[in-house]
Every structure is written in C-alpha cells, then in structure tokens.
C-alpha cells in the first residue's frame, strides 16, 4: 500500500518522479502503479503508459485510501502522459492525443491548454485542422542548475540511507 501511495505521489508530481522511482528500484514490487511509473519515466514508452491507464484506475478503485482521490490520480497521470509526449513531438493531432490517453480529442485539448496555461509547455493548438504543435522554449539556466541541485542532494541522501 504504501509502495502504491508513493507511485501515486510520483504520478501527482513530476518533480519527485526520479526519487520515486530511484525508490521503486531498490524494491521489488510490481502493480499498476509501478508499471505506469515504470513505463513513463524509465522506458519513456507512452503507449505502454496510456495502454496502463484502464488497469491503474480500476487499482485505485479497489484500494481503500487511494480511491477517493481517484479522478485527481487519474487526471493527473493522463496529464503526465501527455507533458512527456508533448516535450518528445513536435506536432501530433488530437485525436491522436486523446487515443493515447483514453480521452476524446476534446478532452485531450483541455489537458493540453492546462499544461500551456501552467507553463509545462509551449505550444499552438490548431482548431482547424486539430493539430498542436509544440513551440520550443527557452531554458531558463538558473532553474535547471537549482532542480539539479535538488535532485543530485536527494540521490545523496538516499544513497547515505542505504
């Protein structure tokens, strides 16, 4: 259970995926949860990821303390799937999106302008032709130093705990 709130953690946020999944390694335990995790962050496999989804949901419902926050869970991880998509392609369709996510290209679209409007990603949505394409953005250099700052003081602590 807990092994399956900490996959859950790393699904609701992306900045402690590497901890998670660093985590997740040492441990071997495998569910929905993990395989997801597994599937996104390690094998960058979106496919597998979205293919995941159905299984991962009905796991949240079946378990006690994780499926109140079922919808929140499953927003979310469908949001994670297309944030790596989306910094992977350059452009893709809708239609394609919400396939990938099990969501209609309608609902695919409002991930994507969530993920424009919290400045994950940069991109133009063509209603016309229901394409997005992603629009390079610049790296902002103090903040990629200080996130791997973080990430490499919690790879120490971790191994110091080992």
Not at 60 to 68: C, P, R, V
Not at 76 to 85: C, K
């Amino acid at each position: 259970i807990i092994l399956a709130a900490l996959g859950e953690r790393s699904i609701n946020n992306s900045k402690t995926n590497g901890f998670i999944l660093e985590l997740l390694k040492t441990v071997s335990y495998e569910d929905e949860a993990t395989a997801f995790a597994h599937a996104l962050w390690e094998e960058y496999d979106f496919t597998a990821a979205g293919a995941l989804l159905p299984k991962l949901e009905k796991m949240i419902e079946s378990d006690f303390f994780l499926a109140s926050g079922k919808d929140k869970i499953m927003r979310e991880a469908r949001r994670t799937i297309l944030d790596g998509y989306l910094r992977t392609h350059k452009r893709t369709h809708l239609e394609a999106l919400g396939k990938l996510v099990g969501t209609a290209a309608v609902e695919a679209e409002a991930i994507v302008v969530d993920l424009m409007r919290f400045s994950t990603v940069s991109a133009k949505i063509d209603t016309v032709t229901m394409e997005v394409t992603v629009v390079p953005s610049a790296v902002d250099v103090h903040q990629k130093f200080l996130d791997d700052l973080k990430v490499a003081h919690r790879q120490q602590v971790f191994a110091a705990h080992n």
